[in-house]
């Protein structure tokens, strides 16, 4: 194999099984995954995008790909990503993010669904693909993705994904779909810790919740170890104050039967929102595992919030996701997977200080510069 040793695609993804039958294996699949990660990462978003980087690219190609029959087709590139094996190809990608990954103590991993909105296809009745992602807030990576089954929901993909994680030390955060009995007791066997949105389908708990801070609200958290912190922003016409209380040592109390993993503490934030002359107040309750203060409560609150305003954003506006029409078999998932490894080297390569956007416009225009980004794989 020609791969220079600076790029290590192939070592993670080279083991990958080929599903085309032996006749039919024009072009080398490691050639054709590279070609696609090196073609999404440049701004290709679809089929005919990568055929066409790679024929424009093809010298510079040929220096570390085998290539034995030229550039493979749009065509080519539609089949086969049809065919792969997505769980497979994750599998690749964990293994992937395991070899460059260094956790930090104490780093919040938001978990968050993400539909991919291009993906559905009313012609053949196929619905939208749904994506869980797993987001290291601190070092700013996607350490995974799974796929939510067609005929279920988050709830049952969260745990396989938290299942091929490694968490220790981790803070997880979750938004309510995520308050689950199972699911916390997975984060816990990991020895990390969560922040979990506290739904009110969850009955008795969720009203003994609200019951405690309104009580305490009114005697000051009279008996109750406690600790508040506020922010208070303006920006973009609207000026927002939050206000977040954490009870320390409460989960005895609300769970004397212990059927919440090392559930120890409960969280609130109160959001007053003014905007065009509009106040607008909304109170969201939280169960935790931590033992510490409101501060490190809503640190990790405010960097749950950034799997919206840092992934999903890079995803739909500088890899245009939702735009994305590529919809038959596995290629919506495996496109998707690209895309994770794409927004991984591009947030990883910190000497150009421009956001992703432009950073895929220099690999696009800069090899060396590619180089450098691939060499972070």
Request: hydrophobic share 40%; glycine share 6%; aromatic share 8%.
């Amino acid at each position: 194999m020609k791969l220079k040793p600076k790029i290590t695609i192939a070592d993670h993804f080279a083991m990958m099984s080929d599903p085309r039958i032996d006749r039919t294996k024009r072009h080398k699949l490691i050639d054709i995954l590279t070609i696609s990660i090196c073609a999404v990462i440049c701004g290709a978003d679809s089929w005919v995008a990568i055929e066409t980087y790679g024929c424009a690219k093809y010298e510079w190609l040929k220096t570390f790909l085998e290539l034995p029959n030229g550039i493979p087709s749009h065509d080519t590139f539609a089949r086969v990503f049809a065919l792969v094996n997505p769980q497979q190809f994750q599998e690749c990608f964990l293994s992937w993010m395991k070899s460059i990954q260094k956790i930090t103590i104490g780093e919040v991993v938001a978990i968050d669904g993400k539909t991919l909105r291009g993906s559905y296809n009313k012609s053949s009745d196929q619905s939208a693909i749904q994506m869980v992602s797993a987001w290291a807030t601190t070092n700013k990576l996607v350490l995974g993705q799974v796929k939510v089954d067609s005929q279920s929901n988050e709830i049952t993909a969260i745990p396989e994904l938290l299942k091929v994680l490694e968490l220790a030390g981790c803070i997880v955060t979750i938004d309510a779909i995520g308050c689950q009995k199972e699911i916390v007791k997975l984060i816990t066997q990991q020895s990390a810790d969560y922040v979990i949105t506290l739904k009110k389908n969850q009955g008795n708990l969720y009203e003994s919740v609200e019951e405690l801070f309104k009580t305490g609200i009114s005697t000051g958290f009279e008996g109750i170890k406690h600790s508040t912190y506020n922010t208070e922003e303006t920006g973009h016409s609207r000026h927002e104050i939050r206000n977040y209380v954490m009870l320390s040592g409460i989960g005895t109390r609300l769970d004397p039967d212990s059927v919440w993993s090392k559930f120890s503490s409960v969280g609130m934030v109160e959001s007053i929102r003014l905007l065009d002359g509009k106040t607008t107040v909304e109170t969201r309750y939280f169960i935790s595992s931590l033992v510490s203060n409101a501060k490190e409560f809503a640190n990790s609150i405010r960097s749950h919030w950034g799997i919206e305003n840092s992934l999903h954003w890079i995803l739909d506006v500088a890899l245009r996701e939702d735009e994305c029409r590529i919809r038959k078999d596995n290629a919506p998932h495996n496109f998707a997977i690209i895309r994770q490894i794409a927004v991984n080297l591009l947030g990883k390569e910190k000497r150009v200080k421009r956001g992703i956007k432009n950073k895929q416009f220099l690999a696009a225009m800069d090899n060396n510069y590619l180089l450098r980004v691939l060499a972070l794989a």
